[in-house]
């Protein structure tokens, strides 16, 4: 692994191993540290309770020194679905860099007295979800969709596959599922499969999703999140 130090265009050499970092294994680049000497990744290992689940870190390597350490953090206290959707934003929010220790800046998380309201997220397909929630939650969206969109009944049909039932919405013409998969705990408003990616299909998407998370934002529906 390399690093090409801007400042003084230098490159360094370093090297990642699990040995370092409590056996975390890392994923992607998600920051730098202020000073430009550390890389910060999402990191990740097999829960030793549950065979079926990870658990995770950010991992911090200093690409001078070939120092490292793990950094880890629950999902459901940083409101994190998967670690692709790792932001700045959210790293702003639950972790910092403290210097209280000798002046080194040293990655840690965040004291909060409240944690944020859940919000949904936005994938890369482009449908809106919601995690992780109670099944309750699937026909109050519906209701949702309903009144922003001023729909009317047969704009909306109820379907079956086995133990699923989305809903298939008809809006300006074009068709979306609104899908809640218990499995997951997860809530799923996507463009259905015959529908091409055009700006009018995320811009209805998006009038969807950032209507509803402006309703979370004010506290909403918060009892319908569970926890991961």
Known sequence: NTVLHVPDLKIYSFRKSVDLTDNYYDNNVVAFSADRQEIVFSGSKQSPERYDKFIYALLVYNFMTNEAYAVPFDQTETRLHRPEYITS????????????????????????SQLPYWQGEYTKTFSYELNPVKGELQPMLLEFVKTLFALEDPDIEQRSYGDYKPYLVTIEGHQFELWYMEDLNSISFSPNFQEKNTEEIRNITKKLGDAFNEELRQGKYQDLFTGY
């Open 89 to 112: 934003d959210w790293l702003n929010t639950y972790f910092e860099w403290d210097r209280s220790s000798g002046g080194k800046a040293v990655l840690k998380k965040r004291h909060l």
